[in-house]
């Protein structure tokens, strides 16, 4: 298939832009490289532009003769939606609308879009089923629950054909050290701890210990960013026009701040000191996943099921790309 991947050069993005060109699909990357990178991008298939550029996106669609579109183009710091939700509202939102008028109008109606478990909130059910509630407790997780009633809308109404895949903690990196996570400035948890590992930091702090958890730190269901990129394309081949699909992606083990950082001082040998901040706003207690329906229903099997193997590729990343892909793309 012709396929249209936003956010190609970002971080989940770029990996499943790799995993679609390698199963055969012929992909192109539309990205602004506002926060995702030039060398992330495949070689020759990257169209810069706006996400909000309606017109720009049509010819694209139109000139590629694109039949599907994975949209990961979006800001996805749950603090950051706090502080700053009008980027979220106007990105997320408001740019996403652009694209799906711009499918329309092309004839493009297939879509497999980047939701995120911070639709569901702080879910009373441990694990989570796609049939919690969403109840999103930050502007992040609400605006990708927006797009996601938005698709339900587009398929009632005019046929288009979607998944939406919630992903718990996208993490780790390409198994041969091309592809790895790189934000500027970083803010997730496992990148942060390898940057101590590395010398780039003096500490880890941990944002609150006073949840109801085991250990009182926030609890997590990190899964490798090539087994979303698998479902991803798991997921293309069971669309059906007027249809939505609902999966989680995670591997349905949870694990705290303080294991995370106990996996990463296994793994890099290195003691990694820990201070203690306050909590961080808009942080539920606990998620992880129930993925049995993609387990079923798209034949997923996450190939990375325990942090070990995740922070393991995150950890060949971090040390062949110390400076990760190096200056921001768009001053290369
Ligand atoms: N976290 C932390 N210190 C940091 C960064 C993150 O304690 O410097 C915690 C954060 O509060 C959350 C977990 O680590 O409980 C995972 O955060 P991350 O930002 O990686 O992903 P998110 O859960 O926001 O998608």
Redesign the pocket.
């Known amino acids: 298939m012709n396929i249209l991947v936003t956010g190609g050069a970002g971080y989940v993005g770029s990996h499943a832009a790799r995993w679609l060109a390698r199963a055969g699909h012929d992909v192109w990357v539309y990205d602004n490289l506002s926060v995702g990178h030039r060398a992330a991008a495949l070689p020759g298939r990257l169209i810069e532009g706006e996400l909000a550029d309606e017109a720009k996106l049509r010819a694209a669609l139109k000139e590629h003769s694109i039949e599907a579109v994975m949209h990961f183009a979006a800001f996805?710091?749950?603090?950051e939606s706090v502080t700053d939700p009008a980027k979220y509202y106007r990105n997320n939102i408001t740019a996403t609308l652009s694209l799906l008028e711009a499918m329309r109008s092309a004839g493009v109606a297939k879509l497999v879009f980047s939701s995120t478990t911070?639709t569901y909130g702080a879910p009373k059910q441990i694990p989570i089923t796609e049939d919690e509630p969403q109840l999103p407790i930050n502007p992040y997780g609400f605006s990708k629950l927006v797009v996601e009633r938005a698709l339900a809308d587009y398929a009632h109404a005019y046929g288009l054909g979607y998944a939406a895949l919630r992903y718990f903690?996208a993490?780790g990196a390409s198994p041969d050290g091309d592809l790895g996570e790189d934000h500027t400035p970083e803010?997730?948890?496992?990148p942060?701890v390898l940057q101590v590992a590395l010398g780039q930091r003096q500490q880890?702090?941990?944002?609150?210990n006073d949840y109801a958890t085991p250990d009182g730190?926030?609890i997590?269901d990190y899964v490798h960013v090539d087994d979303l990129a698998q479902a991803h394309l798991l997921a293309l081949e069971k669309l059906v026009l007027g249809k939505g699909l609902h999966f989680n992606l995670g591997t349905g083990r949870g694990y705290s701040?303080r294991q995370?950082i106990d996996a990463c001082r296994k793994a890099t040998g290195h003691a990694i000191p820990e201070t203690l901040?306050p909590?961080?706003p808009g942080?539920p207690p606990e998620?992880v996943a129930d993925s049995s329906r993609a387990q079923k229903q798209l034949g997923w099997k996450p190939k990375y099921p325990d942090i070990e193997s995740i922070v393991a590729t995150a950890w060949k990343w971090h040390q062949s790309h110390p400076q990760g892909y190096g200056k921001r793309s768009s001053q290369e």
């Open positions: 996805a710091l749950v603090g911070a903690n993490a803010s997730h948890l496992i942060i880890i702090t941990v944002f609150g730190t926030c997590r701040v995370v901040g909590r961080r942080d998620l």
